[in-house]
């Protein structure tokens, strides 16, 4: 469970918590059941939740994927993700492994907030992580490989 999630549901419990207190001693003549205060207090708390809540949601944040090199072969994702939260919020970390020997390849992409990425490209490249000097740019985006669906429909034709 996220953090934020845990947060608003500790405030909730508070705020019914209090929404119960201020039922029971300022409306005890009109609520007499324990169980209708805890209900309002509930209430409550989720509308003041709604309205208060001020974390943007991941989904509407304009990202960047960067592209990593020169890894130490140690590096871990976790190691990587602390090194560019220091920069910046981080969504992702993928480090390429090799398919047959499932030893790490020394490179990796990082999905950052696009406003934390530029900061993070000027100050982590060049610069030294556990001995090696780290390569960061803008990764380049994956191109579908059009020759080679020309060269299945040229092979088809043919026979």
Known sequence: MKSSNQKSIIFSIILAVIGFVLAEFLLASVLTSPAIALALGLLLGGIVISFISTDEDESKIETKTLYVGNLPYRANEGVVR?????????????????????KRRGFGFVEMAAKDADSAITSLNDAEFQQRTLK???????????????????RDQSV
Do not use: C, P
């Open 136 to 154: 960061v740019r803008e990764a380049k985006q994956k191109q579908e490989n059009n020759e080679s669906t020309v060269k299945t429909e040229s």
């Open 82 to 102: 602390e090194l560019f939260e220091e920069h910046g919020k981080v969504f992702t970390v993928r480090l390429l492994k090799d398919k047959n020997t499932g």
